[in-house]
């Protein structure tokens, strides 16, 4: 059983548009959110990560959506650029970090 | 050196074949874990050390053998691999077991053939 969804699988976005990717979790427990950024022959490296009690956290042009109620969250890349082109992976941890299954973002000129 | 480092980058080997992962950290962490990427599939956590000891094993098959000599070092061996088998396999550490913060290798591509 998949404890985390994400989605799209793949996106395709042009040069400075938003890139939006989403994930929902069931597990009531989790209490840490992080978003990992993966480029080709390199390892997930830590992003950008939310605690549930607050709503948004941004940390440039990178921004994550927190809803509790919808367990729901999700990742905003605004101003997307070609260099934002990797795989993204959403997580949510009690203590164990459990992944999405990665979304592989293209951003093209 | 900083960070995590795996080595070999890439490992090709036969089914009858015995080999070894190595991962390092200079980061002074205490939780190590082995995690292995296949395509289209969530990373999978395989096992878990916590200051040497091995703290979690999640129903890997014993043709993955882990070793954690110091909290630095920790090496997966491989025997009589099968071809699903194939994948990225990713070490990351952490500062202690429930540490939220983990930080990963750049993993070795194994192709068993």
């Known amino acids: 059983q998949q404890q985390v969804k994400q989605s799209p699988q793949s996106l395709i976005v042009q040069k400075g548009g938003i890139s939006i990717i989403n994930c929902a979790y069931e597990n009531t427990a989790f209490d840490y959110f992080p978003w990992y950024q993966q480029f080709p022959g390199k390892g997930p490296a830590l992003l950008i990560a939310i605690r549930p009690d607050v709503s948004e956290k941004k940390e440039g042009r990178f921004t994550i959506s927190f809803n509790k109620s919808a367990k729901q969250f999700s990742l905003h890349i605004m101003d997307s650029q070609p260099g934002d082109s990797a795989t993204y992976f959403c997580a949510a941890s009690s203590g164990k970090l459990t992944f999405g299954t990665g979304t592989r973002l293209q951003v093209t000129l | 050196e900083t960070g995590v480092t795996q080595t070999p980058r890439h490992l090709v080997m036969g089914m009858t074949n015995k080999k070894s992962l190595k991962c390092e950290q200079h980061?002074?962490?205490?939780?190590m874990y082995w995690y292995k990427q296949s395509a289209k599939k969530p990373l999978e956590l395989m096992f878990v050390?916590?200051?040497?000891?091995?703290?979690e094993n999640n129903s890997v098959p014993s043709r993955f053998s882990p070793e954690c000599p110091n909290s630095s070092h920790l090496f997966l061996h491989l025997h009589t691999l099968q071809p699903e088998d194939s994948a990225l396999y990713l070490c990351?550490?952490?500062?202690?077991?429930?540490?939220?913060?983990?930080?990963f290798g750049s993993g070795t591509r194994l192709t068993v053939v």
């Open positions: 990351a550490s952490s500062q202690e077991r429930r540490a939220y913060g983990y930080t």
């Open positions: 980061l002074g962490h205490n939780a």
């Open positions: 050390y916590n200051f040497k000891e091995q703290t």
